[in-house]
């Protein structure tokens, strides 16, 4: 499959990171894989004046100085700058930690979009079953920004810049699954570093409910099954408020004071919640519980 690969544009969008980024690029420098191009958006003073740095560790990386973009915005400014047969995006605080990675995606080049396994979920659950399959709810619990991807997908689909809040990588799955979009998870180890800053591409506010308002009619008859369940009185509580909010027209910058601003971005997170047990859990990740049509 790589014959069908010419080489991978690595793309950084970098705010308030400057701690990270010269570890991350290298951990790209490092992949087996070396036909890479690597490009990095510079957003704030620190990072701006690593530019230099960057650029000597070798002439794959090119570097760009801006002003800060939201994180839709950046993540596309970014896509027109290298030209390689696939695209890669990688988090400034997340480094590559195993140098197969980018070989282990090629495997699957064929694919619009190639995913890595998902470690932290079998590490919590063993017993649950692999993700081989894409589905609605996988797309919202077990992809994430760094994914392979073929640029001809992102010649007919960009990051949604009214996403201001974040969950616009998210959204960006969600809609490339519901179009059709061929889509792999590979065997590729990766893991989130974890690591949290004051960052438009590592803190979101709003992101849940802005991705729940912008598909709600895929997850009103979610919530309206999941309210059918044995919940208890506060999940059923939140289910209905959350049904009231998103069959109205209420402006969605109005949405904390309902409350709907969770701790987790994933906007699937108000709906697992509201789920009894493990087992209906595991029965909407696997078996697509409400699955809407693609």
């Known amino acids: 499959s790589r014959g069908l690969c010419d080489g991978i544009d690595i793309l950084i969008p970098c705010y308030m990171?400057?701690?990270?980024?010269?570890?991350?690029?290298?951990?790209?420098?490092?992949?087996?894989?070396?036909?890479?191009?690597?490009?990095?958006?510079?957003?704030?003073?620190?990072?701006?004046?690593?530019?230099?740095?960057?650029?000597?560790?070798?002439?794959?990386?090119?570097?760009?100085?801006h002003e800060v973009l939201k994180p839709a915005k950046a993540r596309n400014w970014l896509i027109d700058k290298g030209s390689y047969s696939h695209v890669?995006?990688?988090?400034?605080?997340?480094?590559?930690?195993?140098?197969?990675?980018?070989?282990?995606?090629?495997?699957?080049?064929?694919?619009?979009?190639?995913?890595?396994?998902?470690?932290?979920?079998?590490t919590v659950m063993p017993s649950w079953p692999r993700i081989t399959e894409a589905s609605f709810y996988n797309m919202l619990y077990c992809a994430q920004t760094t994914a392979l991807l073929k640029r001809s997908l992102l010649e007919t689909m960009r990051f949604d810049e009214s996403l201001v809040h974040g969950c616009e990588d998210t959204d960006f799955f969600v809609r490339a699954y519901l179009q059709g979009a061929s889509i792999k998870y590979s065997s590729a180890p990766f893991k989130r570093s974890g690591i949290l800053c004051e960052s438009y591409l590592s803190i979101t506010k709003y992101g849940t409910y802005d991705l729940m308002y912008k598909h709600r009619e895929h997850f009103l008859p979610i919530l309206k099954e999941a309210l059918v369940r044995d919940v208890d009185e506060i999940a059923e509580k939140r289910i209905r408020l959350t049904i009231s909010l998103l069959e109205s027209d209420e402006p969605k910058e109005y949405a904390n004071m309902y409350e709907l601003s969770f701790t987790k971005t994933q906007a699937a997170a108000c709906i697992m919640s509201s789920l009894p047990s493990t087992h209906a859990r595991k029965r909407a990740y696997f078996l697509g519980i409400g699955e809407p049509e693609r």
């Not at 890669?88 to 480094?95: H, I, R, S, T, V």
């Not at 197969?100 to 932290?120: A, C, G, Q, R, T």
């Open 88 to 122: 890669l995006f990688l988090d400034a605080d997340d480094p590559l930690t195993d140098a197969h990675i980018l070989s282990s995606f090629l495997e699957y080049s064929e694919y619009d979009v190639v995913l890595p396994s998902w470690p932290n979920y079998y």
């Open 17 to 65: 990171h400057s701690a990270h980024i010269l570890n991350v690029v290298q951990s790209v420098l490092n992949q087996d894989f070396k036909n890479v191009s690597v490009h990095v958006l510079l957003m704030d003073e620190k990072s701006i004046s690593l530019k230099e740095k960057l650029e000597s560790k070798d002439s794959k990386v090119h570097c760009y100085a």
